[in-house]
């Protein structure tokens, strides 16, 4: 058989019984256990000889010679895109999973119930990374003077997201400058993005407007504390929230002492994490996608798999999933990570409309 043909539907049974045992298990498979496993009650010496093929193909490996064979990225990744039967959550799950986000109080605390509902359903690490405001029409903006001159910026879009930046400028600012600052920015900006309003701002600083705009410096001021950033700054800005490290750490499985410490520093880069989901998420379609080993975004991320997916609310994206070892049970955490970005963008839209009416 020519090494780029499709895999017989045999071979493709015997590699879907092996990747499901070895993710039960843990152990390499051997011929005698997936004879037993083989529907069509195929001898040993017959699946060795499909086996074999496979390996020759690098769909699966053998770790030594007496051991039985695992699984390969490449053998993952055909069983994720072709040979796994999706486990679909019962009603009774996904209506707990709705009860469960719906009792939050505002997106950021249904975000956060989001991360560790995926965390808690598939036994990894949820990550939730919040739609990213610096890309949203504004709809209006507040300031709230806070102790030690720090500035509370509370940030609306027209799409009914909220957000709170924590701002340092160098000059201190009275309430009723705030105030009189804010109504400024909702009063000329309303509709634009952070980042046109940034624009529109150097622009009139380039014209040297801002010169003889009191106001206009103190909006520079506070844009200049980190208000407002640049589009290189943008993934950095966003909020991620993460569920499950601390099970990772008190149930290690199949991570050594170095994966885990290459786990942690990219939990400590948050805006690393960002950057691999969306990666993950912008080289594929629509839809929960599934990565097979990360050793293109980190050191060390070959024994990593992550399933991500997409949500929406009006115009804004957020992203989430689950990361945790190839060897994880597929079937089930792919339809957690699909049911509850969809759950996400329902009612995200949902209280966008009851903002909208306030």
Known sequence: MKKGAPLTTRQQYILRDLIKDFIRTGKPVGSNRLAKLNRERLSPATIRSAVANLENRGFVSQPHTSAGRLPTAKGYSLFVNSLIRLRHLSGIDVDWIRTSLKAEANPGSMLDRACQILSSLSDHVGIVVAPTMSLASLKRIEFVKLARGRVMAILVSTDGMVQKRLVKPQENFSQ????????????????????EIRRNLLQRIS??????DLMLQRIIALGSAGLIQTSDEITDESDVYLGGTTSVIEHPGEFDLDQLTVLFQAFERKNRLVKIVTACIDNEGSGTRVTIGLEDHFPGGRDFSLISSSYHCGSLRGMLGVLGPRRMEYARTISVVDCVAGLCGELMKTGTRKEDRQ
Do not use: F, N, P, V
């Open 176 to 195: 009723s400058q705030l105030d009189d600052a804010a109504g400024y920015i909702s009063s000329r900006y309303a509709g634009q993005t952070l980042t």
């Open 207 to 212: 014209e040297d407007k801002a010169r003889y």
